[in-house]
C-alpha cells in the first residue's frame, strides 16, 4: 500500500469500508455547505429555500449510506475525509464562495453536484457488494439528476418575481462593493494628478522627469485612496460589504487612473508624449462619464459638468502653473 509523502492515499487503494466512510462524509460536508449557503443567503430568501432543500436532500443520501455501512462494517465508521485521499475533488472554501455573490454560489452549487456523480461512478466500479453497488448506482443517478432537481426547486420556490428582486439586490450589493468605491478612486487618480503630472511636464519639459512625478503621483494616491476606503466604514451599518474589496477597488483604480496620463511620458519626445497624455485624459474623463451613467445612473450632462468640465479646470491649472 504505497502512501504519499504528504499522507494522503489514491482512491485505487481504498477498501470499500473506506470508500463507504469517504461517501459518508462528503455527503456530510456538502450538507453543511449547503446549509452555509442558506444562512449567508438571508437577503435572499427564495434562494436560501432552495439550498435548505438541498441539504436535506443530502441528509438523506448520508442515513442511507449509514445504514450500509451498519448492514456490512457495524457502526464504528472510520474517519476519512476527501482532503485524505488523492485525486478526489475538492471544494472551495464557503466563506470564499459565498463573498464572490450569489451568481458564483449557484455556480459552485453545480459544480458540487457534477463532482459527486463522478465519485459515485468510480465508487460502483469499486463495490463487491451487490447491495452496495446497487446505492452507490442509485446515488450516482440522483446525484446526476440533482442538477436538474436544484433547477425544479429554482422553478418552484425561486419565482421570477423573486428572482428579480435578488438580481436587483445582488446588483447593487456589487455597486455598492466594487463600482462605486472604484469610480470614486478612478475619479480621484484620473483628476487630481493631472495639476501635478502636467505642472512638472511643463516645467521642466523632461518626460523622464514628468513620469517619475506621476508614478509617485498616482501610487501614492492609490495607496491613500485604498487605506482610507477600506479604513473609514466596515460595511456593517451601512451594508457597503467587505472593507477589503472596497479598498482594493478604490485603491487599485485611483493608481490606474493617474497611470494612464503618467505612461504616455516614456516616450523621450515630450511633444509627443504630451499629445498622448492629452488623448489620454480625454478617453478617461469620458470612460468615467459613461460608468456614472450606465452604472450610478447619473444624467449625462451632470456627469459631463461634473468629471469632464472639472477634470479640464484641473489641467488647465496644472499647465498654466508650469507654464509659468
Not at 470612460?287 to 479640464?312: D, K, L, N, S, Y
Amino acid at each position: 500500500m504505497i502512501w504519499f509523502s504528504n499522507g494522503r492515499k489514491r482512491f485505487s487503494e481504498l477498501t470499500e469500508q473506506q470508500v463507504l466512510a469517504l461517501a459518508i462524509s462528503s455527503e456530510e460536508d456538502d450538507a453543511r455547505i449547503y446549509a452555509s449557503y442558506a444562512e449567508r443567503l438571508g437577503e435572499f430568501p427564495a434562494s436560501a429555500a432552495v439550498f435548505r432543500a438541498m441539504e436535506a436532500e443530502e441528509n438523506e443520501h448520508r442515513r442511507a449510506l449509514i445504514a450500509e455501512h451498519e448492514r456490512r462494517f457495524g457502526g464504528a465508521i472510520p474517519l476519512i475525509r476527501r482532503e485524505h485521499v488523492a485525486e478526489y475533488f475538492s471544494r472551495s472554501p464557503v466563506w470564499l464562495v459565498a463573498n464572490l455573490g450569489l451568481d458564483r454560489i449557484r455556480e459552485e452549487a453545480e459544480r458540487m453536484e457534477e463532482a459527486a456523480c463522478r465519485f459515485y461512478d468510480a465508487a460502483v466500479k469499486r463495490a463487491t457488494d451487490p447491495s452496495t453497488r446497487r446505492l452507490f448506482g442509485d446515488l450516482a443517478e440522483a446525484e446526476r439528476q440533482h442538477k436538474g432537481k436544484a433547477h425544479d426547486l429554482t422553478e418552484t420556490l425561486l419565482d421570477p418575481q423573486s428572482r428579480e428582486g435578488e438580481d436587483k439586490t445582488a446588483r447593487r450589493q456589487m455597486i455598492l462593493t466594487l463600482v462605486q468605491p472604484g469610480l470614486a478612486g478612478l475619479m480621484d487618480g484620473s483628476v487630481s494628478t493631472l495639476a501635478p503630472i502636467f505642472a512638472t511636464a511643463f516645467a521642466t519639459q523632461d518626460p523622464w522627469t514628468t513620469f517619475l512625478v506621476g508614478i509617485a503621483a498616482s501610487v501614492g494616491a492609490g495607496i491613500s485612496m485604498g487605506f482610507t476606503e477600506a479604513a473609514h466604514d466596515d460595511g456593517v451599518l451601512s451594508g457597503r460589504g467587505s472593507p477589503v474589496k472596497r479598498g482594493f477597488a478604490s485603491g487599485i483604480m485611483t493608481a490606474a487612473g493617474g497611470l494612464g496620463h503618467a505612461l504616455p511620458y516614456l516616450i523621450p519626445d515630450f511633444w509627443t508624449a504630451t499629445m498622448i497624455a492629452f488623448a489620454v485624459v480625454f478617453v478617461e474623463l469620458w470612460a468615467i462619464v459613461w460608468i456614472q451613467h450606465r452604472f450610478m445612473e447619473t444624467p449625462i450632462a451632470r456627469a459631463t459638468v461634473q468629471v469632464v468640465v472639472g477634470g479640464a479646470l484641473v489641467l488647465a491649472a496644472g499647465i498654466l502653473i508650469g507654464g509659468g
